[in-house]
Structures are given as C-alpha cells and as structure tokens.
C-alpha cells in the first residue's frame, strides 16, 4: 500500500517557476522503492503522463514538458519533485503524482497503482 500527497500548487503567472511535491508512504510489505510519475488533468480534457522517475532516479518525460520540467526524487525523505520552469498558459491543469506498479513504469495510466488527490496549478497570462 502507498499513500500519496501532493502539494505546492497554487497560481503563477506566464513565464514563472513552480515546484511540487508528492510525499508518499508504504505499508504491508514492499518489494521496493516503486517508480514515480506525474500526470496532469486540464478542464475538459483527459488526463495526461507528464513525467516518470524510475527507481533508478532515470527520467523521461511528455513532449509537451520536456525540457522544462524536471523530476526528482529523496527516496530519504519519501518524496518526489516536479520543477516546472518556463510554465504556459496550457500547463494549467490539476497535477497528481502516482506509484507505479513496480520499479519502473511507463507513460500509460495502467503502469501506476496508488494516485494522490492532486494538487491545482493555475497559470495566468
């Protein structure tokens, strides 16, 4: 079992910074550290694989964000980080982090067990 919070969304305009963090939890009997991803829910649009970060810390990343946002990961601290530089309009959406099923995961939903609640990032022009 894994628990996931995000936090750190909030409204920022064009152009700007913004980090957010997924703190997550595990219980019962883990078979290791899983991997991480990031998706996205914008209104009225279905939810979209923004990034993952693998057990192994390596990264790749939607087309749409690469190159401006970065994942990391403190599995020290259980939490996981997603920078997003450079944000546009279209990056307004409600982001979740979520657990993958194993070690690694890919960009499709099914790869990833546990969601958080999501956090809302709001970007003004």
């Known amino acids: 079992q894994v628990h996931l919070v995000e936090s750190g969304g909030g409204l920022v305009h064009v152009g700007k910074n913004l980090t957010l963090s997924c703190t997550y939890s595990i219980s019962g009997q883990p078979v290791g550290i899983p991997a991480m991803g990031w998706f996205r829910q914008a209104p009225g649009k279905e939810r979209e694989f923004v990034g993952v970060i693998q057990s192994t810390k390596t990264t790749f990343y939607s087309d749409s964000v690469k190159g401006r946002f970065t994942i990391s990961r403190d599995d020290d601290q259980n939490t996981t980080s997603l920078l997003m530089n450079s944000l546009k309009a279209e990056d307004t959406a409600v982001y979740y982090c979520?657990?993958?099923?194993?070690?690694?995961?890919?960009?499709?939903?099914?790869?990833?067990?546990?969601w958080g609640q999501g956090t809302q990032v709001v970007v003004s022009s």
């Open positions: 979520a657990a993958g099923r194993g070690l690694f995961a890919g960009s499709g939903s099914d790869d990833y067990r546990w």
